[in-house]
């Protein structure tokens, strides 16, 4: 079923006509939110040494466009390499927005643009009213500025796999329409599913594509450096080698710089044969939690030889509590309690999204985890978990 909320405009109406004469070439302007994030600064870090870069647009929260670029400047510095410097980014290519104010898509810049990557998003596991406002109402005024846009020649939503929701088989395929609230395990799922399902019934005439990343862990040779979000998490199930999902459980796991440069080809792809693709490792590349928990403790010399043990998520919180008070003070017992809850939640799902869509489109399939968890590991050794944590509690 199309509901229609917003009415035609005249304005739309000739946006749509002259994008239907409009040549799939021409100039590309890209405009990205969320480049201060893990996803959205590796996608910006993907299309730093392309001739687009230097047209890009960033909407970024800062007190001043001199702030907004310094602030796109320290996120790409997280995926250059030691010694390497930033690319430069100009005041010019930074719109100074938040995404809640009604105002933020009304710079005359954005009618210029060609290609919108939306990664922006509250990502957060709690129950955030802004979660609401940010994932699904301004996505949708963004989606309805667009519409108006003449030369927009694609718009990508960066939706989420999780989005799902939890009543699916072992081997998830991507379906257009999404479950609601009840059916999933945390309100940012059911934000990005509501966010995905009204871009299509609203703005049927956009040129939509969602692409939905399946668990991003790490860079495939950065290792955390860029952020050790889940990976930290990872490391404590690994310690305790206890958890409440069986060893035989998969998790489909892909490294954030292999997720940025498949968005940036599915952008910049004159035709797609689909309206939604999986970034996901797939049957082939995801890795089983027991062989990933024995790769970890290899190199951390934890375990010792104790079989791993399944637990029920009563078992948690004194976990978590025996965790940190080995760790002396150093985690909040609270937070790992919770996140051990809500990922163990996730784990027990046994999920592997289908990837054959990107494969089918000629792009390369996503390295194992396995491949490059030893950097991860390397990169994360010398910061304390407080602060690996903290990538995942903003
Ligand atoms: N990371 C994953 O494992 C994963 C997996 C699947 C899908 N995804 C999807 O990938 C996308 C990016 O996720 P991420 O991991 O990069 O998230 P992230 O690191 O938490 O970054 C979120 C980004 O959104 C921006 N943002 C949030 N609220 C905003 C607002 N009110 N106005 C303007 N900007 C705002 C943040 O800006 P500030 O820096 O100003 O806060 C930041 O740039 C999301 O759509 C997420 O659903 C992520």
């Known amino acids: ?68 670029a310094q602030r796109v400047r320290q996120s790409l510095a997280r995926f250059t ?27 005359p810049r954005l009618d210029a643009v060609s290609h919108v990557i939306h990664s922006a998003a509250v990502t957060s596991f709690a129950d955030r009213p802004d979660i609401w406002t940010v994932n699904v109402d301004a996505t949708m005024r963004l989606a309805e500025r667009f519409s108006e846009v003449a030369r927009l020649r694609r718009f990508v939503y960066v939706g989420t796999a999780m989005a799902c929701g939890v009543a699916r088989g072992a081997i998830v395929t991507e379906t257009l329409r999404l479950p609601l609230e009840h059916a999933h395990l945390v309100p940012y799922t059911a934000s990005k599913a509501r966010a995905e399902n009204q871009l299509r019934e609203r703005f049927p005439e956009l040129p939509l594509v969602s692409v939905r990343p399946s668990i991003i862990v790490g860079h495939s040779s950065l290792g955390c450096k860029p952020s050790a979000s889940i990976f930290w998490l990872l490391k404590v199930v690994s310690q305790l080698n206890r958890f409440v999902c069986p060893p035989s459980a998969y998790l489909d796991i892909v490294p954030v710089d292999y997720c ?90 046994n999920y592997i999204f289908d990837q054959r869509r990107i494969l089918s489109e000629g792009l390369p399939p996503a390295p194992s985890f396995l491949d490059y968890l030893g950097r991860c590991h390397r990169s994360a050794q010398a910061l304390p978990l407080r602060e690996q944590m903290a990538c995942d509690f903003k």
């Not at 079923?1 to 405009?9: A, G, H, K, T």
């Not at 006509?17 to 993907?46: E, H, K, N, W, Y």
């Not at 390499?81 to 690319?87: A, E, T």
């Not at 080995?326 to 790992?336: C, D, F, H, K, P």
């Open 260 to 349: 940025a440069s498949t968005i940036v080809t599915l952008t910049l792809k004159p035709t797609l044969a689909f309206p939604v693709y999986h970034i996901s490792a797939g049957p082939g590349g995801s890795s089983m939690v027991g062989e990933l928990l024995q790769a970890l403790q290899g190199m951390e010399g934890g375990a010792q030889g104790r079989p791993y043990e399944r637990v029920t998520e009563a078992a948690l919180k004194q976990m978590a509590q025996s965790f940190g008070a080995t760790a002396r003070g150093t985690v909040n017992t609270r937070m790992l309690h919770k996140a051990l809850t809500l990922y163990g939640r996730f784990s027990r799902l």
């Open 1 to 68: 079923m199309v509901f229609n909320l917003f009415p035609r405009s005249k304005q739309l109406q000739e946006a749509q006509d002259i994008r239907a004469r409009l040549p799939q070439s021409g100039p590309v302007c890209i405009f990205l939110t969320g480049v201060t994030g893990f996803v959205g600064g590796a996608i910006a870090a993907a299309l730093a040494d392309t001739e687009n870069f230097k047209e890009m647009l960033f909407l970024v929260r800062a007190q001043s466009a001199a702030e907004g």
């Open 81 to 107: 390499p030691p010694g390497v410097p930033p690319p430069l980014v100009l005041e010019r290519q930074v719109i100074v927005a938040d995404l809640n104010d009604a105002d933020a898509f009304s710079d």
